[in-house]
């Protein structure tokens, strides 16, 4: 699925899946207005009927809105506005990412960045829509005989209104889709078996990844070394083990060097 920044308006996406935050309250967003006037004020009748209540994960799918040019139109419930948080917009998110992967969807513009949330900026919200929206589309099935079918959502769109905006909400969604790349690998292996995710499976995966990123090297030990370095605490754990023991350190030297390193440490 390609993510992408888009100057454009609500009306210039018509033949797109339009994604629409609601709350609790029914106070409708800039874009939620605009359909609601456009299609004779449905989405307040849907909120005054009770027919959609805003809680959060909530979701509701309209095609082919009367009286509009808008083909399909994703409501998302974002539950209390007052108690909306960081964590709240996440959610919402996957919500509808989650609804969209099983849809026949091939587009999407989301318009979840109309969302108030305390102390963010749009290009935090860029961000997080690009990490979620990978997330919410995960599924790991590598060793199932069977399949799931591959979403069909092809192109997901974070539309801007201004292009002052772009450059910076740009960056924020390399830097989102840096960090979901990131947390795929790490949910890809971890949810591997242990069979097949080995000590040198780990070591294999480390050195790939040294060799497409530049700014990292990779230093791997092996038992014999670890003995030497009295790591004694660490090779008992795989004394029971057919498979030897290894010790993968990766360093990224892509920053400053006056700032702090940060060390991550698991076994």
């Not at 106070?27 to 209540?53: P, R």
């Not at 083909?71 to 917009?89: D, M, N, Q, R, Y």
Request: charged share 25%.
């Amino acid at each position: 699925m390609k993510l992408q920044i888009k100057v454009t308006q609500p009306e210039k996406q018509a033949k797109t899946c339009l994604i629409i935050g609601l709350f609790e309250d029914g106070a409708l967003t800039g874009t939620a207005k605009i359909i609601d006037k456009a299609s004779h004020g449905f989405l307040t009748q849907l909120i005054e009927q009770g027919a959609f209540e805003g809680k959060m994960g909530q979701i509701l799918p309209l095609y082919r809105l009367a009286h509009t040019q808008f083909e399909h139109i994703l409501l998302v419930g974002c539950g209390k506005a007052k108690k909306f948080s960081p964590t709240g917009f996440r959610k919402a998110v996957i919500a509808a990412m989650k609804a969209l992967a099983t849809s026949k969807t091939t587009q999407a513009t989301c318009y979840l960045t109309e969302l108030e949330v305390d102390d963010k900026t749009l290009a935090w919200k860029v961000r997080q829509i690009a990490e979620a929206a990978r997330d919410g589309l995960y599924r790991f099935d590598l060793f199932k005989s069977e399949k799931e079918p591959a979403p069909a959502l092809k192109e997901f769109i974070i539309p801007l209104s201004d292009v002052k905006e772009q450059k910076t909400c740009e960056e924020a969604l390399r830097q989102g889709l840096a960090v979901a790349d990131g947390v795929l690998l790490a949910k890809n292996l971890g949810n591997t078996p242990s069979n097949v995710c080995t000590p040198s499976f780990l070591a294999e995966q480390a050195k790939d990844l040294a060799k497409a990123y530049p700014a990292l090297s990779v230093k791997i030990l092996g038992e014999k070394e670890m003995q030497k370095l009295g790591m004694g605490a660490l090779l008992a754990v795989s004394q029971g083990s057919a498979e030897e023991a290894k010790l993968i350190s990766l360093e990224y030297k892509g920053t400053a060097k006056k700032e702090a390193p940060v060390a991550l440490v698991g076994k």
